[in-house]
């Protein structure tokens, strides 16, 4: 299950999948789908918090890419509202409890 932030909204994890699938996004392309029901600034701003909390980096005018953090949410990898990883596996970061994982 994924671990959003109390910051999400509903439109966050479609914004994040769409623009995971077609490797990057331009918040008017985004705006004009008929899956993305909200108008071109409110994408903008969704785009904005995800990109400050670091599920997205913003390329410059109105272009977003998603990053490791934001394909680890949609994986179910990653806590949105810790901002961390749930399980270190391959990743080195620390898990949302604080914990490594060990082997063995």
């Given at each position: 299950?994924?671990?959003?932030?109390?910051?999400?909204?509903?439109?966050?994890?479609?914004?994040?999948?769409?623009?995971?699938?077609?490797?990057?996004g331009?918040?008017?392309?985004?705006?004009?789908?008929?899956?993305?029901?909200?108008?071109?600034?409110?994408?903008?701003?969704?785009?904005?918090?995800?990109?400050?909390?670091?599920?997205?980096?913003?390329?410059?005018?109105?272009?977003?890419?998603?990053?490791?953090?934001?394909?680890?949410?949609?994986?179910?990898e990653?806590?949105?509202?810790?901002?961390?990883?749930?399980?270190?596996?391959?990743?080195?970061?620390?898990?949302?409890?604080?914990?490594?994982?060990?082997?063995?």
């Open positions: 299950m994924r671990q959003s932030g109390t910051w999400m909204t509903i439109w966050d994890d479609r914004i994040l999948e769409i623009i995971r699938a077609e490797e990057g331009r918040v008017g392309d985004l705006a004009d789908r008929d899956s993305v029901r909200i108008s071109a600034s409110s994408v903008s701003r969704r785009c904005q918090k995800l990109a400050e909390h670091g599920l997205l980096r913003d390329l410059g005018n109105g272009v977003y890419v998603i990053t490791e953090e934001g394909k680890a949410y949609l994986d179910e990653y806590d949105a509202e810790a901002g961390a990883y749930m399980d270190a596996g391959e990743n080195s970061g620390p898990t949302a409890g604080g914990r490594e994982r060990t082997n063995g």
